[in-house]
């Protein structure tokens, strides 16, 4: 069997900026235009990352990690209260190849990791990225000191820790706190989540 598989379709990029019951109709103009710009830069810039070499995990994390910083999605500066009035944030990454599975892709070794009830890491993303890189071994399945596990699932307090550990940022509460989710009195049980999607041409 051939290591890798000829593609058979055209690579696609595409951002999605959260669920729920968003309907353009009952968006007033200018909200709209404000997600229709962010989104439409958001898609440019990763678009230029994956043309000067990035990949796929790159351009995922690159795409999630400005949209957590945009107040209008739901997710790391956006992200609604719980109905404690509390900010709590979850991001995960997977990946996937149509090449022998033995390829030294990064994060083929756990092919994919993710963050809950983090409070303070800026980038939810970028925690879930390293997650998913840092696993305790190397490929030949020697350990390694790179202070990560197999697990697949971290939940903080824990992974806040990691974080720390791995030199992320972090902000203070009244960072994520915004005058637009105050405004709006919704609080809900847990964050919501930002995914983007795309599939790579192999080889």
Known sequence: MPDSIPATFKPALILHGGAGN??????????????????????????????CGGSALDAAVHAVSLMEDDELFNCGRGSVFTSAGTIEMEASVMVTTVNNSADDTPGSIKRGAGVMGLKNVRH????????????????????????????????????????????????????FWTKRRG?????????????????????
């Open 183 to 203: 405004r709006s009195g919704v609080f809900v049980s847990t964050a919501g989540g930002i995914w983007l999607l795309r599939r790579v041409r192999a080889g």
């Open 124 to 175: 939810p993303i970028q925690l879930a990225r390293e997650c998913l890189l840092r696993t305790g071994y190397d490929p030949n399945g020697d350990p390694t000191d790179d202070g990560g596990n197999m697990h697949s699932q971290l939940v903080a307090p824990y992974v806040e820790d990691l974080a720390r550990g791995w030199g992320l940022e972090f902000k203070p509460d009244e960072w």
């Open 22 to 51: 968003i309907q353009r109709s009952k968006l007033p103009p200018d909200l709209y235009a404000q997600y229709h710009a962010s989104l439409l830069s958001y898609l440019r810039s990763t678009k230029d990352l994956l043309n």
